[in-house]
């Protein structure tokens, strides 16, 4: 157990569905981060939060949009995703300031079909 | 550029040493990263370096880092079957929260 956990661990969607991924972390941390995770790829960062302002979107589509309501929660809301855009989706935190360290979630599995 | 590189695979005897190599390209790196993925789970952190360091050990594992070749390396010593996982290299940018990844080197351990 890492202290940031993910839910759902799996979700299959349509191409026309809107679902949310959430992620928690219970570290006290003041950072939060989404990123991608597509077989023979590099995990791909998507966005980052500190302090809940967001801090990097990394040339995401507008079809994936992240809220960040307070430094514990994070979200990454789907609409109208495409078929590529299944992967293993990470959530991360870490302390700015106390250390390099990021810690990660178990992801949820996306399969859009 | 930012760029990570791993091999993709290696597989080792139970019981003797697991080499992982990486070469990254971002001199301005301050830590570079050991994560470890097994199935069905999330990373994570077995060890960092600080650039400014050569080594790192810690009980079964040694970071080595060449930062002229811009080259890091994980060894295992006496690898165990549970040892088996995906084993990310990754480098942190100066100034940044950014952690850039290679693609992973799954790593089988046989008995």
């Known amino acids: 157990e890492t202290g940031v956990t993910q839910t759902p661990r799996h979700l299959v969607m349509g191409m026309t569905n809107k679902k949310s991924l959430k992620c928690e972390q219970h570290?006290?941390?003041?950072?939060m981060y989404w990123y991608k995770q597509s077989a023979k790829k590099p995990l791909e960062l998507m966005f980052v939060?500190?302090?809940?302002?967001?801090?990097e979107n990394n040339s995401v589509p507008s079809r994936f949009s992240p809220e960040c309501p307070n430094s514990s929660h994070l979200f990454l809301h789907l609409h109208t995703l495409q078929p590529e855009d299944s992967a293993l989706y990470l959530c991360?935190?870490?302390?700015?300031?106390?250390?390099?360290?990021?810690?990660f979630g178990p992801g949820t599995r996306l399969t859009v079909t | 550029g930012e760029d990570v590189e791993q091999s993709l695979f290696l597989s080792v005897r139970e019981g003797d040493s697991s080499v992982i190599n990486c070469t990254y390209t971002?001199?301005?790196?301050?830590?570079l990263y050991w994560y470890k993925q097994e199935p069905g789970a999330g990373l994570q952190l077995l060890t960092y370096?600080?650039?400014?360091?050569d080594m790192k050990q810690d009980q079964r594992l040694t970071v080595l880092l060449n930062k002229k070749d811009k080259h890091l390396s994980l060894r295992i010593a006496d690898t165990q079957t549970g040892d088996s996982a995906i084993y990310f290299c990754?480098?942190?940018?100066?100034?940044?929260?950014?952690?850039?990844f290679g693609t992973g080197t799954r790593l089988q351990v046989f008995p």
């Open positions: 991360a935190s870490s302390q700015e300031g106390s250390g390099p360290e990021q810690y």
């Open positions: 570290l006290g941390h003041n950072a």
């Open positions: 939060y500190n302090f809940k302002e967001q801090t």
């Open positions: 971002d001199s301005s790196s301050t830590y």
């Open positions: 370096i600080f650039s400014n360091m």
């Open positions: 990754a480098e942190s940018p100066s100034n940044t929260d950014k952690l850039i």
